[in-house]
Structures are given as C-alpha cells and as structure tokens.
C-alpha cells in the first residue's frame, strides 16, 4: 500500500473521509488510519494539512460542470449554478471549505476561466462579468451552507422542520414566522423550486443588464 500511495490518493482518501464525517474529521491521524499508513509518512506525499484541504477544494470544483462553447450564457450559467449544488450536496462540507480556502489550483483557475470567458463571450464587459460571477456564486454556496444550517433537506425534513419550529416559539410571539411555519407544514418545503427562484432573480437581472 505504501508503494502506491500518491497525492491524489491521499487528497481523494480526505475527501472521502470528510463525506463520511465531516469535515472536523480530516486529521493526519485520522488520514493515516484510513490509508493503513502512519500519519508520518503522509508528509513524504505532499499531505500537508494545508496542502491537503487545498487540493481537496480543487477536485471537488473539478466535479462541477463548466459552460462550453455554442451555448446561451444563462443556460450555461443555470446548468453550472445547478451542478454545483447537486456537488455540494454529495459533499456537504465543500462550500464552506471552498470559500475558506485562498489558494487556487488548476481546477479552480480553469472555472474561474471558463465562467469569465462565457460572459464576456455574452456581451459583459470586463467588471460587470466580474461582480455577475461573484454574484452567481455566493449565492450557489450561500444557499447550500444555509440549507445545511437550518435542516432542509427532502420533503419530510422539511415538515419536521416546520412542526419543530411552531413547537419552539411562543404562541403569538412571532406570528409572522409562525404563519409561514404553518404553510411549510401543510405544503412541503421544496428546496429545488426555493433554489430556482434566487437563481432565475440573478438571472433574470444580469439579462436586464445586456439589454
């Protein structure tokens, strides 16, 4: 095992192990377990603590699919807002990870690229490409970390959700948030059509700009 061990196999191995429990988890030890080697020796590969939540946020944004050539700009944008979210579900602890990291690796570096290169393409000029792809993408990962937050996942923990909170608040304490509640217990949250709405707002506006 010692002898196929490499970079990637220890970046993908943490990442694997954040997924299983949590980001929190991901020590040396705790690395080194999971790889039968001695965390020592993870150092001879690179696998500096820093090093290693960098090259994780670099796969993890290699997952997201970037906009190509021949496509309308918000459809690029909407398939790469929605397949950025579909990732960060399937790695609840990459958003928060991503946005804490300052470094940039080639997979980063390439969407960066590609993102800026289909707005301009579209008729953005340089700084308004700029604020739309800060725009798009705090909005990507500040949903899913707020989603994260408050519990909202499927239909049932979205009811839960909603009876946990009428039973928390004072009874005509906060009425407003206690009548949206209600309305969340009697009609599901739905966190794919919640998404859709903030997206098609940024979207709809940046149209506006072009025009």
Known sequence: MRDTLNR??????AMELADERGIESVT??????????????????????DDLLDGMADLVV???????????????????AVSAREV????????GLID??????PSRLSYVDRVLGTLLEAGFSPDTASRAFVALDSYVY??????????????????????EVLDTIPQNAYPSLARVAMGFEAEPYDD?????????????????LLE
């Open 88 to 95: 960060f579900s399937a790695h609840p602890w990459a958003a």
């Open 62 to 80: 290699a997952e997201i699919d970037l906009p190509s050539g021949g496509v309308d700009w918000k459809q690029a944008m909407r398939r790469r």
């Open 8 to 13: 990637n196999r220890v970046v993908r191995a």
């Open 142 to 163: 500040g949903f899913e970390r707020q989603r994260s937050n408050i519990g909202m996942g499927d239909e049932s923990d979205g009811v839960e959700t909603a009876r």
């Open 28 to 49: 040396m030890r705790e690395l080194g377990r999971k790889l039968g080697v001695e965390a020592a020796s993870l150092y001879n590969h690179g696998a500096r603590k």
């Open 100 to 105: 804490s990291r300052e470094g940039s690796g």
């Open 192 to 208: 794919a059509a919640a998404f859709e709405f903030g997206l098609n707002l940024i979207l709809d506006g940046l149209q506006r």
